[in-house]
């Protein structure tokens, strides 16, 4: 299967002048574990997550109504094609050691993809191959 058919395409972003007040906030509004960090042209800058702001403030004793998301980013992240496959994705993930990557096509960011995501596809297809085995064995031979 591919990345564009399993990628979320609602993007929860901020801009890269964002405070890490302002990602966390939204990050809570949209219930995700990440944020896209972007240009006013919509250009990925860097991804912020969860961990990421927990380090900054806890950690690195950061102000988190002043200090800039994008100071404490991963920036330039792995990013994986729309065209790509699922288990190219798992791949990427694995090597990168990501849990989540940035969809691009023909350069512009239309969706993320997580391990949560491609998990759940793999656990659809394992569901399929299960039934399909349990109806085969049932069948007189």
Not at 18 to 46: F, P
Not at 93 to 122: F, H, Q, W, Y
């Amino acid at each position: 299967m591919k990345i564009k058919q399993l990628m979320n395409k609602n993007l929860v972003t901020v801009p890269v002048n964002a405070t890490i007040h302002d990602a966390a906030l939204q990050m809570k509004k949209q219930n995700v574990g990440s944020i896209l960090i972007v240009e006013d042209s919509g250009k990925l800058e860097g991804i912020l997550t969860d961990r990421d702001i927990a380090m900054a403030v806890a950690a690195d004793n950061k102000d988190p109504l002043t200090a800039c998301a994008y100071d404490v980013m991963m920036s330039d992240p792995v990013i994986i094609e729309a065209d790509a496959s699922a288990d190219a994705a798992l791949r990427v993930m694995s090597t990168a050691n990501v849990r989540r990557l940035p969809v691009c096509e023909d350069g512009k960011l239309v969706g993320l993809i997580s391990s949560a995501d491609l998990a759940a596809e793999i656990k659809e297809e394992i569901n399929q191959f299960l039934e399909l085995e349990e109806a085969f064995s049932k069948k007189p031979h």
